[in-house]
């Protein structure tokens, strides 16, 4: 089940791709259904905000009408940086399953560990390596087609 849901945040990364955005992409979900999607926007928009798990979250709560995320897991293509690994906490999503780790501002256990940190008031059961190598890819391509074409 958990590659079925990644392969759908891999299409919100594919999202972003296509405005040239990087590829990150998120889905929420409750009870087998998707409640929230998302793919980075910042520069789009810009927004400094609009992190593909920032706008899933948003979504979710408006079509679950309210903040809370109970019951609710999050599989998102890159390991969450630290605004989107506070947003999951207050959000109170149960579960989150990352496809690659991000080495350099992981907030999930790579650098930091919000997502689990003991003195908070929630924490996420964390799911490391779902599609690792597709999600990794993805990645890798968008900055090596950025940097061949400075």
Not at 72 to 82: G, K, W
Not at 89 to 108: F, P, Q, Y
Not at 132 to 145: A, D, G, R, T, V
Request: proline content about 3%.
């Amino acid at each position: 089940m958990d590659e079925i849901f990644m392969r759908e945040a891999l299409k919100e990364a594919y999202k972003a791709y296509e405005i040239k955005e990087v590829p990150i992409g998120a889905v929420i979900v409750r009870e087998g259904k998707i409640v929230g999607r998302g793919f980075n926007q910042k520069e789009t928009l810009k927004d400094a905000t609009l992190h593909g798990e920032i706008t899933a979250i948003r979504e979710a709560c408006r079509n679950l009408g309210g903040w809370r995320l109970p019951g609710c897991t999050m599989y998102v293509t890159l390991e969450p940086c630290p605004m989107c690994a506070g947003a999951i906490v207050n959000a109170r999503i149960e579960r989150l399953v990352i496809g690659a780790k991000d080495l350099k501002s992981g907030a999930c256990g790579s650098v930091l560990n919000i997502a689990r940190h003991s003195m908070l008031n929630h924490s996420a059961e964390v799911v490391f390596g779902v599609l690792e190598e597709e999600c990794s890819q993805l990645i890798k391509k968008f900055f090596m087609e950025l940097r061949k074409n400075k």
